[in-house]
Structure formats: C-alpha cells, structure tokens
C-alpha cells in the first residue's frame, strides 16, 4: 500500500520536473530571440540567465514541496508572502527590492546598453558618461574625468535620460581638455596670482 503511494509520487515529480524543464526552455528560446532582436550586449545575457536559472530553482523547490507533502493553507500564505514581497519591490522607492525590480526593467525594456554613451538630464546633478556595466542593484557610469559612479537602477528608471552619440561625447570630452589648456596656459594669470 505504501509502495504504490511513494511510485505514484515519484511519477508526479517526473512530469512536473519534464514540465518545468519544457517551460524552462521555451522562455529560454523567447529571451534569446528578444536579445537579439535588440541587440543586447552578452554580459546582459549572462545575468539574464542566471536570473532565470535562480527562479527555475525556485520554482521546482515550491512544486517539490507541494508535491511531496505541503498543505493548501502553507501553499496559499506562501503565495499570499510572494505577491506582498513583490508588491513592496515594486512600491518601495528606496529599497533592496525596488532596485532589482528596477534592474530587470532595464535588462529588459530600456533602450540603454552597456557601452553607450548617455547623458542625464536633471537640473541639479547633471551627468553623462559611458556606461560599463549594469548590475542588478546598480548602474556604473564613467564620466568625462575618467571617474566610474554607480548609480542606484531606481534613480536611473526614474531620471530622464538622453542616449548619445560617441562623436557628441567625446566632442565635449575635447571642449573640456581645451578649456583647462587654456587655464594652464603660460601668460594668463587670474585675479589670485
């Protein structure tokens, strides 16, 4: 009698683990087709993946777990834990969650890569750089100076950015070096000397 319980079990965790793997590779194959598609960089691609793969884990542990012995009431106050997380990753502004939420929006559906040249329009702290690399809770930006910032991925989602040509940012790049030569130049003396 317990045999065929346990047999029956085990045939339920193979259809689900041959489930998720089919579901698994198919939003594989639609990531991939969206990367290319837009021409994403690789290591854009690389944490996409391992993103998906966490979630995957995740995902067959839950169904293990229902599968081999969990009530429906554990199931619903887990799923009611998992929407409240979500809810406040997406409401919170200044939170660990909101900033990995806002970082897959910008794996996904931002026209910024790694490697452009951008411009941050915002009166107080204007910015523009390239940008090196964007992390699940940061965006690294270097600046005119040389100077690497990271940049929260809230603060980047919420700003208005301007994406520019390399020939745009090097021409000030240029301007700027002009200026200090001028500056340094022998024969101009200012006010303090």
Avoid at 37 to 61: E, P
Avoid at 70 to 79: C, R, T
Avoid at 99 to 104: A, H, R, V
Avoid at 110 to 131: A, N, R
């Amino acid at each position: 009698m317990i045999l065929p319980e346990i047999q029956f079990k085990l045939i339920e965790t193979f259809v689900l683990l041959v489930i998720l793997l089919l579901i698994r590779y198919v939003v594989s194959k639609l990531v991939i087709r969206r990367y290319k598609k837009a021409n994403f960089d690789i290591t854009r691609k690389q944490i996409t993946f391992k993103i998906l793969n966490m979630l995957f884990f995740l995902l067959l542990g839950f169904s293990m777990v229902v599968v081999w012995g969990l009530s429906s009431s554990d199931v619903i106050a887990g799923i009611g834990s998992v929407i409240t997380i979500l809810g406040v990753a997406f409401f919170a502004q200044w939170s660990l969650l909101c900033n990995i939420t806002s970082g897959l929006i910008l794996f996904f559906n931002h026209p910024l890569k790694i490697g452009d040249y951008v411009e941050i329009v915002d009166k107080d702290f204007p910015m523009s750089g390239q940008v090196e690399n964007i992390t699940l809770f940061f965006l690294h930006l270097r600046n005119k100076d040389n100077h690497v910032y990271t940049l929260a991925n809230t603060i980047v989602v919420q700003k208005t950015m301007r994406i520019m040509k390399p020939e745009e940012f090097f021409e000030e790049v240029k301007k700027m070096e002009e200026e200090q030569e001028d500056k340094n130049a022998p024969g101009t003396e200012t006010a303090l000397d």
